[in-house]
């Protein structure tokens, strides 16, 4: 809890301006609103660099809250996580959280 | 009187004769010598090196290395190694210099076609493209051919595979689908992309309904 209050405030100070765009996908927090924002899944940063077909279906489902995504599984490189570790992208870490919370 | 006189006169008359002799190109070795060591005579090389400051601290990268902590305690395992830093890019600056549409949204299929950006056919760079398809589908509303739509399988095979349209949300075969406009506002059929990721219905008619282009 402590952890979480103190991460928020982290991403509170430290997260810089995003850009608002068609596409951004916002995941519902599935353990329920909490102090750390939602977790946003931006189309066009990744459609610079990959086809809709390198995610859909094979990795997601096309439909808003249809993929069962959570922080467990990203970091056991699954969903997210597949690319998200460091090699493909940055990795989930404490400098990289309010990349996508925010 | 006197002797105030001739220490303070004497010793200025002298230092000012010593000073503007220093100053004439053919005296000025004598003079100077009387006052510095190591100066050359006319026309030769100063024995002594010039003096070039250096930095307080000696650069990081000269610095010399500090010995290995000791070991603490033996492992069996061998470490991992570090691993390569993900490449970055400012994605937001090249967002900044895409093709826009008459809407002014990012015009995704010029960006493609001009090859403004190559995205990949999967995480693998080798992974090989989907075929695309050059079949475009002319859709006529009933008694309104002004909004006559036309699907372009080219433009849609560039990103999409044929499973991720056939037969999920539309059927192989041309009038199949009762496709209308309130429809697709309600996020069926063309509105399962447009407006969630591809560009909106409501700013992109003359997109889809070719005849309306120019129109307001």
């Known amino acids: ?102 | 009187m006197r002797p105030a006189f001739i220490t303070i006169v004497v010793p200025m008359l002298l230092s000012g004769f010593a000073v503007t002799s220093g100053c004439g190109q053919a005296t000025r070795h004598s003079a100077v010598t009387l006052f510095f060591e190591d100066v050359p005579p006319p026309g030769k090389e100063s024995p002594s090196k010039a003096v070039v400051r250096q930095p307080r601290r000696p650069p990081p990268a000269q610095a010399a290395a500090p010995p290995p902590p000791p070991p603490v305690a033996e492992t069996t395992k061998p470490l991992p190694e570090p691993e390569k830093p993900a490449v970055s890019r400012d994605w937001p600056q090249l967002l900044s210099q895409l093709p826009r549409d008459a809407a002014g949204g990012v015009d995704w299929v010029r960006a493609l076609e001009d090859k403004r950006i190559e995205p990949k056919a999967g995480l693998d760079a080798a992974a090989p493209n989907q075929p695309v398809l050059p079949l475009d589908v002319e859709l006529i509303p009933k008694n309104q051919p002004l909004f006559k739509a036309i699907f372009s399988h080219k433009a849609h095979t560039e990103w999409l595979g044929c499973a991720n349209c056939h037969p999920g949300i539309f059927q192989m075969r041309r009038g199949a689908d009762p496709i209308t406009m309130a429809k697709i506002f309600a996020g069926e059929y063309c509105g399962r992309c447009h407006g969630k990721v591809a560009f909106a219905p409501a700013t992109g008619c003359p997109r889809c309904h070719t005849a309306l282009k120019g129109a307001p």
Not at chain 1, 10 to 22: S, V
Not at chain 1, 61 to 67: E, S, V
Not at chain 1, 71 to 80: R, S
Request: hydrophobic residues 50%; charged residues 15%; contains cysteine.
């Open chain 1, 1 to 102: 809890m402590l952890a979480v209050l103190v991460l928020a405030a982290i991403a509170a100070i430290a997260a810089p301006p995003r850009l608002a765009m068609l596409g951004d996908v916002v995941f519902p927090r599935h353990t329920g609103p909490g102090e750390l924002p939602p977790a946003v899944f931006p189309h066009w940063v990744h459609r610079m660099q990959f086809k809709c077909y390198a995610c859909h279906d094979a990795l997601f489902q096309m439909k808003a809250g249809a993929n069962p995504v959570t922080m467990d599984a990203i970091q056991a490189g699954k969903f997210c996580g597949i690319c998200h570790n460091g090699k493909t992208a940055f990795a989930v870490g404490f400098t990289t959280c309010n990349r996508c919370h925010r």
